[in-house]
């Protein structure tokens, strides 16, 4: 936990550095670590986070750092602030800057084209993490690889757990931003599910409160007020939407309201043990953020994968087995 909070604190300076110079002066300050650590004879790891900002995404940099640290390697980390232009930026100068490998989260999973073309083209070993921008593993060129977890199985688990809970009634849905195919495809696990296993429940609406707890407190005060008693349950693409909807329900006397998150954060857990969510599915940072750290520098040294990519599985929380995940992420 130390280290996430220190590499938190180093992500803010970062996102302070690049705002008020522009991608460019950002992309050649955050890669000067990198030549410095290839002069010294360590593995050089250039991590492209997709937005420090997004809670589950600085878990993802804590697990590669440590791994990072375990390896005897060095990492750069960079933010893109969710924004693919400067995504493109950053990576195109820590190849210049010369890293032996590179860990990209994409900001849109629809555009990472030239991001790849310029890791190949380059021969640096490419492992895009936790993000897939591939719509068909049979696509991924040599020398990059993929490492996530199946999101349609994330969305499938929290449509089982609510369902079971409240069997009929109607379900709202909180999802990402749209450049993500995360959002798609837990969206629709939860409403292939619904419709599958639970006929007696209708989703009402969906919405996108672009991951943030607060854009999430705003829409779900909305649909209380639109659907009143209609209203039964709430799946959250991720835990930070599904807390907004614990908080926005509660301040409405509304805890009748069954909510699911997904990720099993700290806060995420916490509040499942406490018996305001009703669930949320794990999601393994270290699995995926540790592995794609572990993987790169595998495909660096020449190791041959005996994948183009690797699946990490999720898992269903609840009140039962919680305090198992707790601290995980």
């Given at each position: 936990?130390?280290?996430?909070?220190?590499l938190?604190?180093?992500?803010a300076?970062?996102?302070?550095?690049?705002?008020?110079?522009?991608?460019?002066?950002?992309?050649s300050n955050?890669?000067?670590g990198?030549?410095?650590a290839?002069?010294?004879g360590?593995?050089?790891?250039g991590?492209?986070?997709?937005?420090?900002?997004?809670?589950f995404?600085?878990?993802l940099?804590?697990?590669?750092?440590d791994?990072?640290?375990?390896?005897?390697?060095?990492?750069t980390?960079?933010d893109?602030?969710?924004?693919?232009?400067?995504q493109?930026?950053q990576?195109?100068?820590?190849i210049?800057?010369g890293?032996?490998?590179?860990?990209?989260?994409p900001?849109d999973?629809?555009?990472?084209?030239?991001?790849?073309?310029?890791?190949?083209?380059a021969?640096?070993?490419?492992?895009y993490c936790?993000v897939?921008p591939?719509?068909?593993?049979?696509d991924?060129?040599?020398?990059?690889?993929?490492?996530g977890?199946?999101?349609?199985?994330?969305?499938?688990?929290q449509?089982e757990?609510?369902?079971e809970?409240?069997?009929?009634?109607?379900?709202?849905?909180l999802?990402?931003?749209l450049e993500y195919e995360?959002?798609y495809?837990?969206?629709?696990?939860?409403?292939?599910?619904?419709?599958a296993q639970?006929?007696?429940?209708s989703v009402?609406?969906?919405?996108?409160a672009?991951w943030?707890?607060?854009?999430?407190?705003?829409?779900?005060?909305?649909?209380?007020t639109?659907?009143?008693?209609?209203?039964?349950g709430?799946?959250?693409n991720n835990?930070?939407?599904?807390?907004?909807?614990?908080?926005?329900?509660?301040?409405?006397?509304?805890?009748?309201?069954?909510?699911?998150?997904?990720?099993?954060?700290?806060?995420?857990?916490a509040s499942?043990?406490a018996?305001?969510?009703?669930a949320?599915?794990?999601?393994?940072s270290?699995g995926?953020?540790?592995?794609?750290v572990?993987?790169?520098?595998?495909?660096?040294?020449?190791?041959?994968?005996?994948?183009?990519y690797?699946?990490?599985?999720y898992q269903?929380v609840?009140?039962?087995?919680?305090?198992?995940?707790?601290?995980?992420n």
């Open positions: 936990m130390k280290r996430k909070i220190a938190f604190a180093i992500g300076m970062m996102v302070g550095a690049m705002a008020g110079c522009g991608s460019g002066s950002s992309a955050s890669t000067a990198s030549t410095a290839a002069d010294d360590a593995m050089a790891i991590y492209s986070c997709v937005d420090m900002n997004n809670t995404q600085t878990y940099v804590a697990a590669a750092e791994k990072a640290e375990e390896l005897g390697a060095s990492i980390v960079t893109a602030q969710n924004d693919v232009v400067k493109q930026d990576v195109k100068a820590l210049q800057q890293v032996d490998c590179l860990v990209v989260v900001s999973s629809s555009a990472m084209g030239p991001i790849t073309n310029a890791a190949t083209e021969g640096i070993p490419l492992v936790n897939n591939f719509e068909d593993f049979a991924i060129p040599e020398g990059v690889h993929y490492i977890s199946d999101e349609t199985e994330a969305g499938t688990y449509a757990m609510l369902g809970e409240i069997q009929s009634g109607g379900v709202a849905i999802h990402g931003g995360a959002t495809k837990r969206t629709a696990g939860n409403e292939d599910t619904f419709a639970y006929s007696d429940i009402l609406t969906k919405e996108d672009n943030q707890r607060d854009e999430a407190i705003n829409i779900v005060n909305n649909w209380i639109a659907y009143g008693d209609e209203l039964t709430i799946c959250a835990d930070e939407m599904a807390l907004g909807a614990v908080e926005a329900l509660k301040a409405a006397g509304r805890e009748d309201v069954k909510v699911v998150g997904i990720d099993a954060t700290p806060d995420g857990c499942v043990q018996g305001e969510m009703l949320t599915v794990y999601q393994d270290v995926q953020g540790g592995g794609a572990e993987i790169a520098v595998g495909m660096a040294n020449g190791e041959a994968q005996a994948e183009t690797t699946m990490i599985p269903k609840t009140a039962e087995n919680v305090e198992d995940f707790i601290g995980l």
